[in-house]
């Protein structure tokens, strides 16, 4: 009786590794083929080359418009495909600085959430055990993840230094709840957000003169110090509980 019980919990083991297996399998091929096949859609130039047609689209078919390029948006953050900087600059140019900036949120968040859950599901406990041991940036933002959850996910969204798609994996990895993960990525995003969206929005005088646009704007001081502001306000639990915990020493 009681291999007969066992048989199948083994089978559902081994079925859903296989799955996971499986579903890391067509992620990668997805974002491999992607980046290969779009690499030279996903760009600057091409964005420049199509600007009457897309102006012209979205002139007859708005909503149309902002559905396609929120979908289109939320696929190449959730591959991690190249071109998410400039889908976020297509965003200002075709809807303005307002409501540019909200689309292009929603559809960052949403592919970030999509990712996030597929590494959670996918191996989110394999890498986790992997991190408890491993050195470096990732295991620092482990630490500060696990001593103050909030803080540490508005930061590392805030700070420009630190890949998007590290953002998205890391918390997936160590267990942060879904709830908390997609608040802090829509909230948090919003500053740069903001900044490339207002960039994207004057991009016709930038097309017209034949230049390209300072993608390098985000760490000028005026934009950088109120980023900088928001990343100590974001710190401020860490350091007020670091300096309780000395106290207490």
Known sequence: M?????APDID???SSTLMKRLSITIVTVVAVLGAYFL???LTFDALAENRERLIAFRDVNYFLTVLVFIAF???VVAFSLPGATVMTLAGGFMFATFPGFLFNVIAATTGATVIFIAARWGFGKQLGAKLEVSDGIAKKIKEGIDENQWSMLFLIRLVPAVPFFI???MPAFLEVPLRRFVVSTFFGII???VVYTSVGAGLGEVFAKGETPNLGIIFELHILLPIVGLCLLALLPIIIKSARGNKGL
């Open 2 to 6: 009681m291999k007969m019980i066992e």
């Open 12 to 14: 559902a083991t081994q």
């Open 39 to 41: 690499r030279d859609y």
């Open 73 to 75: 948006y939320t696929v």
């Open 167 to 169: 953002a998205n994996l």
């Open 191 to 193: 500053p740069g957000s």
